[in-house]
């Protein structure tokens, strides 16, 4: 099972970013798909999940509004369309899948993890 993050960078503040995560081994439209983010000194938070189909979606407070994830089951790749971004936004961001549907927003609830990818705000 391989998840391969990629799109980070540096950005202004209010800029966007669009991250990609491909996906390889599993049956990727049976996979519940998330994204979570670290800074510096702080844990792994939840940033944003989406169901096999792509009919449901969750989101941070943190995000929302400004932070859209998507997939495209045909190609095995999850997306995750950053806007207004801003210097709090800094963090790696990793991609991660799950063949279960509940605890989407907890670490625990995922098997799987890319390596992830920087995304860095400058102010």
């Known amino acids: 099972v391989q998840l391969q993050a990629s799109g980070g960078g540096l950005v202004q503040a209010g800029g966007s970013l669009r991250l990609s995560c491909a996906v390889s081994g599993l049956t990727f439209s049976q996979c519940f798909m998330g994204w979570f983010r670290q800074a510096p000194g702080k844990e792994r938070e939840f940033v944003a999940a989406i169901s096999g189909a792509g009919f449901s979606k969750w989101y941070a407070d943190s995000v929302k509004g400004r932070f859209t994830i998507s997939r495209d089951n045909a190609k095995n790749t999850v997306f995750l369309q950053m806007s207004s971004l801003k210097p709090e936004d800094t963090a790696v961001y990793y991609c991660?899948?799950?063949?279960?549907?509940?605890?989407?927003?907890?670490?625990?609830?995922?098997?799987?993890w890319g390596q992830g990818t920087q995304v860095t705000v400058s102010s």
């Open positions: 991660a899948a799950t063949l279960r549907g509940d605890r989407l927003l907890s670490r625990s609830a995922y098997a799987y």
